[in-house]
């Protein structure tokens, strides 16, 4: 299989906002490493594809569940000989928060990696590092053909959405997970390093897709802005939507 090029990001905190709950959470993160690019079709169907070739092979992998993009981790764990990240009970995914093996990024990893030390909403002018509608696009376009962000990583914003490993927003969408960075068809303002999208774990779009993290932590109460005991609290509390988010159905 193609390499996965990780950069390592060093620690630091990145302040979450939740826009329903109005309220903003400071986050404290450990070193990790996370993907320079989106993971390509190539890298998809190599290791979990069913050996098709793809006409576009360093296109990001688009079109992928959050369920096949769990799956993609734990087998390019098992290929490098590494501990899963994650195991399965029935319908439900379990973090191993302490495995060194690949994963999805928390969304406070997301969004620290990519904003790398910006504060402003873009980490750079937006034709310059995200292809968005304003480029016409009917498809996402290579990985790595705009300029990366002070990490070095590329296409994090625009392009293609990345699945994160958190809940949206329990209270009101269950199961549905984060997906951040804005896509080839989106307009600038839902290109932001803070813009906060999500859908059901089985749910796939042609502007879609993933690139992985790797770090395991001490901790058994979560890890990097996550926590088990958070979620349930937050599913617990109800209250009214903002504006532009629309109800499950």
């Known amino acids: ?11 630091g905190a990145v302040t979450l906002h939740d826009a329903r709950r109005k309220e903003r ?15 390509t079709q190539e890298q998809l169907s190599e290791l979990i594809g069913e050996g ?3 006409p576009h092979p360093r296109r990001p992998a688009v079109d992928v569940s959050w369920q096949r993009a769990i799956r993609f981790c734990n087998a390019a764990s098992e290929w490098e000989g590494l501990d899963s990240a994650y ?10 928060v302490d495995a060194d093996g690949y994963r999805l990024p928390t969304e406070a990893e997301w969004e620290y990696a990519c904003r790398a ?3 402003g909403p873009h980490y750079g002018p937006l034709k310059d590092i995200a292809w968005t509608a304003a480029d016409g696009l009917r498809a996402p376009r290579d ?3 705009k300029m990366p962000n002070l990490f070095g990583l590329f296409d994090t914003l625009g392009n293609a959405w990345e699945w994160c490993w958190d809940l949206l927003d329990p209270a009101r969408y ?19 390093a803070s813009v906060r999208r999500g859908g ?5 779009h042609d502007d879609l897709g993933f690139r992985v993290a790797r770090g395991g932590f001490d901790t058994v109460r979560g890890a990097q802005g996550w926590s088990e005991a958070a979620d349930r609290e937050r599913a617990a509390v109800d209250g009214p939507l903002p504006p532009g988010w629309t109800p499950r159905r």
């Open 1 to 11: 299989m193609q390499d996965l090029e990780l950069a390592r990001i060093p620690a």
């Open 117 to 119: 030390g910006s504060s």
């Open 52 to 54: 098709e070739e793809h």
């Open 174 to 192: 269950g199961d549905y997970r984060v997906f951040r960075g804005g896509g080839f068809a989106d307009e600038a303002w839902n290109v932001r």
């Open 143 to 145: 990985v790595g053909g």
């Open 87 to 96: 195991s399965f009970e029935g319908e439900d995914v379990v973090w191993h």
């Open 25 to 39: 959470r400071r986050v404290l993160l450990e070193e990790f490493e996370i993907g320079v690019y989106a993971v």
């Open 200 to 204: 059901g774990p089985r749910m796939h």
